[in-house]
């Protein structure tokens, strides 16, 4: 068995406030926990703000940290918690990161820039842990004890998809927080893609999945990367996963909104056999 928790689930920019408190205003951050006989492995899914208070928690023990951490893209939502990311500035962790070119532009030299002089204090090069940047392309790998497909959606820049089945078979969940699902945008994917997008997720146990966008709101944001939530679980139907699990919520949303569109998904989803939840900081899923 292993367990997701979610450290961050909104899109776009944190939303910090009363009216943001049950869901959260943290930015996309996933810890993926998986006991294995060697001790537990720990790959985390995205970097956004969320990630601050996992590293605080991974180094609470004055352990060594090592962990893999996948991220899916480099827009400002899912990278901005890194320079606070406590791990990086211990020594004796080893952090491994792992994600896509960007427009020929590699990964290390936008985590670099990120942490430019001009722009935050500490420098990438000032780090007192061990960290490795490592190029992914869509495909299959493995990674901390997963089987790992990885697959380009339809979102500016190469935007990624993930698929995680333990190596030694078992449950398998998608992780997919930024996807325009609908008509719209110029992205560089075969006329296949839906088909391939289904086959993708077909039969996860779980599928994270961009619900950014109410169905009126998506028509004035179309080419912007995002889905609505009903999109979102007719995608969920078509590939017959189990369960959807609403994500990347709109900064603009505050939980009484979000809590309307759970409850349209839910009422959209009734006879599909897919259970309709929304991601709320601190929520764990054990597979």
Known sequence: MYRVTFW??????????????RYGGNTPALEVRYETSNGAEVLILDAGTGVRALGQQLSSNGKPVSVDLLVSH??????????????FFEPGNAIRIWGARQGGIDLEEILRNQMSPVVFPVPLDSL?????VNHIEPGAFELAGFQVRAMQVRHPGMTLAFRLT???G??????????????????????SWREDFVE??????????DAMYTSDELERYRGWGHSSNLEAIEIATEAGVKQLVMFHHRPEHDDDQVDIMVQETQEAAAGSGVDVVAAHEGMEITL
């Open 200 to 209: 993708f997720l077909s039969g996860a146990d779980v599928l994270i999945h």
């Open 170 to 191: 078992g449950a398998s969940f998608a992780y997919a927080p930024d996807n325009e699902l609908g008509s719209g945008g110029d992205y560089d994917v075969p006329a």
């Open 8 to 21: 961050g689930t909104r899109g776009s920019i944190p939303t910090p406030g009363a009216g943001t408190s």
């Open 128 to 132: 007192a842990a061990e960290l490795v």
């Open 74 to 87: 480099t827009h400002w939502d899912h990278i901005q918690g890194l320079p606070f990311f406590r791990p």
């Open 166 to 168: 333990p190596v030694g």
